[in-house]
């Protein structure tokens, strides 16, 4: 097989087992699979799979695309002007999980391949992705066990793969105008050749693969606590900056939609409700003001 062959077996199956893995995790609702077809001059498509007001997760999204077209949008070339004018392939699963319960952070974790083309030079191609934790009643075991897993993907790549992509993850993952990260993040990833085609696909491999096993627990060991009305709203409230970062910073979300690619695919990792306050501040000492003390980067791993 081909790079993008096997990149595209990978993800497919992918997209499956993570599907089947929070399945067995909400226990109630299923993923309703949206298989969609880009039409005209821009090729490719993909399979949007969705869940809804499950028994845990009020709403879910794991999907997958495969689109091409004979330009790179410019979320792409601003980093690399390069290839300003290449064709290009690009593929990825990407998803989002919105539980109900508070006390239940959102996860969201991409892993992709793009590769460009030019007429008389050599293909460039690269991968990226990760995986970043938005809670909004953190527990710090929670957290702690959320690197744990991220780290134990990165070891096997070098010793210092785990340091630089949750810095990056830190770096990326960060609202400049609230001054803030957007949660506890994880790993983060991109432009990733330097490895050579084997060794850079088996560690996007392993960051996909570890998802799963960073999430699931954290969800089974969550998803029975208790909560009320003051949660649920804090919950709404916070997920305001989650929708305003995808909007506004998301790189994925722009090369998406200046690519011409389904709208509401690329949206479908916006929450179902949300809330926006004038200017709230949680009380000092409360529950939510504990959050503040987690929205910095900081060493999860020590000691």
């Keep these: 097989m081909n790079m993008l062959e096997q990149v595209k077996a990978y993800l497919l199956d992918l997209q499956d087992r993570i599907c089947a893995d929070l399945e067995r995790a909400d226990g109630q609702a299923r993923f309703v699979e949206d298989a969609w077809t880009r039409e005209g001059r821009l090729g490719g498509g993909g399979r949007t799979r969705v869940m809804n007001d499950g028994a845990v997760i009020e709403k879910g999204g794991v999907n997958f695309s495969h689109v091409q077209g004979d330009q790179l949008p410019p979320a792409a070339t601003a980093s690399r002007p390069e290839l300003a004018g290449c064709s290009y392939h690009a593929m990825g699963v990407s998803l989002v999980i919105h539980p109900h319960n508070p006390y239940i952070p959102t996860s969201h974790a991409n892993v992709r391949f793009f590769i ?5 030079a050599e293909p460039i191609w690269w991968f990226g992705g990760g995986y970043d934790l938005t809670p909004y009643y953190p527990f710090e ?4 066990h959320w690197h744990e897993t991220a780290k134990a993907a990165a070891d096997p790549f070098g010793e210092n793969v785990y340091d630089e992509h949750k810095r990056w993850c830190d770096e990326y993952f960060y609202l400049k105008h609230r001054e803030e990260t957007r949660g506890v993040g994880g790993l983060f990833f991109d432009d990733l050749n ?3 085609f084997e060794r850079s696909f088996a560690y996007m491999q392993a960051v996909g693969d570890s998802y799963t096993k960073a999430y699931v627990p954290i969800i089974e060991k969550r998803k029975d606590h208790e909560y009320g009305e003051r949660q649920r709203d804090f919950q709404l409230y916070r997920r305001g900056r989650y929708v305003e ?3 506004v910073f998301d790189r994925g979300t722009l090369f998406g939609l200046q690519s011409g690619g389904r709208t509401e695919s690329i949206l479908m990792s916006l929450p179902p409700l949300v809330k926006w ?5 949680a009380e000092e000492g409360s529950e939510e003001a504990r959050l503040n003390a987690f929205l910095s ?5 020590k000691g």
């Design 245 to 247: 970062f995808n909007l």
């Design 194 to 196: 330097e490895w050579g």
């Design 141 to 144: 075991e929670d957290c702690i």
């Design 277 to 281: 306050g004038y200017n709230w501040q």
């Design 116 to 120: 460009a083309e030019k007429e008389g």
């Design 297 to 301: 980067p900081r060493d999860w791993l």
